[in-house]
């Protein structure tokens, strides 16, 4: 089989064509390559800086990392906050998403900017004023507190996408279903709701993958009671050799990744920029 050089598939290819599959080979190993590269040190049983592949694979550190009780605690720990985290900021912030899509009020815009805030400047200046707050209240070393620290965090997502998803429902429907003899409530859970059903999904995906590897604010509100996947990342990274830390890294990336395919039909570019009302 004859090969083509890159100056032939320049020619054949034309100008335009072979700068966009050049740029795209560019991304996808720009995208992918250390994916790979992390996957193959996760199965490496020995490996030496600098070779490039591991000299044995294996399922040692796997075996290793399954078999340290902390470890093992702290992915329980990651999934059961995730849950949690997203459970109370929607039940927290799907009200106050409907309420901006459809009251008018004095001082709306400002505050729909306000959720904005945390994400601003950098957040290790606010954990750390949040800190204070949280020694005077006890707060520290609590599951309480790095919930409250991870809600803060979600609070964009959950506010903002939800309440465009909401704007997107026309009043029409509501009202024909109002007409129909339905109530407030049942108008909401039988029309509203399930209309903008797809943007609350995004948020709460969302939620859930920023909590799960939400870091900086779980080590200074959390440590040592709470220990998340990624703060015993730090841990393992420092104390154990350079193929163990890819092991946990690729346990909390699978999870994401399979939740962002099963979910895939609700993210997309459409459902995203009318949370933030891009048009």
């Known amino acids: 089989m004859k090969y083509l050089s890159p100056k032939a598939m320049y020619h054949a290819m034309g100008k335009k064509n072979f700068l966009e ?24 049983d020995k490996y030496e800086v600098p070779a490039i592949i591991p000299q044995k694979f294996g399922f040692k550190w796997w075996e290793f990392v399954l078999g340290q009780n902390s470890l093992v605690s702290s992915i329980a720990m990651s999934f059961l906050l995730a849950v949690v985290v997203t459970a109370v900021s929607l039940l927290l912030c799907i009200p106050a998403a409907y309420a901006l899509a459809r009251f008018n009020f004095k001082g709306k815009k400002i505050f729909l900017l306000s959720f904005l805030l945390s994400n601003a400047y950098p957040k290790m200046g606010l954990y750390i004023s949040i800190g204070i707050i949280f020694y005077k209240l006890n707060l520290m070393g609590t599951f309480v507190g790095v919930v409250i620290i991870h809600i803060l965090n979600s609070m964009m997502f959950m506010t903002w996408i939800p309440s465009g998803a909401f704007r997107s429902v026309h009043r029409q429907q509501e009202e024909s279903a109002s007409d129909a003899g339905a109530g407030p409530l049942r108008t909401f859970f039988k029309i509203t709701l399930p209309l903008a059903m797809p943007g609350i999904i995004v948020a709460s995906v969302f939620t859930f993958l920023g909590s799960l590897e939400e870091a900086q604010g779980t080590l200074l509100v959390g440590f040592p009671q709470i220990k998340t996947m990624p703060v015993q990342l730090y841990g393992v990274i420092m104390e154990y050799p350079l193929t163990a830390g890819p092991v946990l890294s690729l346990i909390l990336i699978i999870p994401t990744l399979v939740i962002l395919f099963v979910m895939r039909k609700y993210i997309n570019a459409d459902t995203i920029s009318k949370g933030y009302g891009v048009k």
């Open 21 to 44: 599959y050049l740029l795209f080979a560019v991304f996808i190993l720009f995208f992918y390559l250390p994916l790979m590269n992390l996957c193959m040190l996760a199965f490496a």
